[in-house]
């Protein structure tokens, strides 16, 4: 199982982002997915996640401004993060929730005020 986070940047407060994940193997069939976040020393923590059937939550700090969503035929997990916050700062990944296949690299995400 692999999985390819991208889309990150630095942007400034307010503006937008939106991540892709790429996800190969049998993982995603099925499973509920999810976008974690770790800012360095910090644990990584569960921002959304979506079931295979599309049903979402979202933490209390991304509720409103971000959406999860998930394209089953292409395996790909997305996350639109909207009016985002200099502590939306972090390294930005996607795993199955809850998680069980090894970490990819991630993709960073700058907000600065």
């Known amino acids: 199982v692999q999985l390819q986070a991208s889309g990150g940047g630095s942007v400034q407060a307010g503006d937008s982002l939106r991540l892709s994940c790429a996800a190969s193997g049998s993982m995603f069939v099925g499973n509920a997915m999810g976008w974690y976040r770790q800012l360095s020393g910090n644990e990584r923590e569960l921002v959304a996640s979506?079931?295979?059937?599309?049903?979402?939550t979202y933490a209390d700090s991304v509720n409103g401004r971000f959406a999860i969503s998930r394209d089953n035929a292409k395996k790909m997990v997305y996350l639109q993060m909207d009016r985002l916050e200099p502590e939306d700062t972090a390294v930005y990944y996607c795993?199955?929730?809850?998680?069980?296949?090894?970490w990819g690299q991630g993709t960073l995400v700058t907000v600065s005020s």
């Open positions: 979506v079931t295979s059937g599309g049903k979402s």
């Open positions: 795993n199955s929730f809850p998680p069980y296949a090894s």
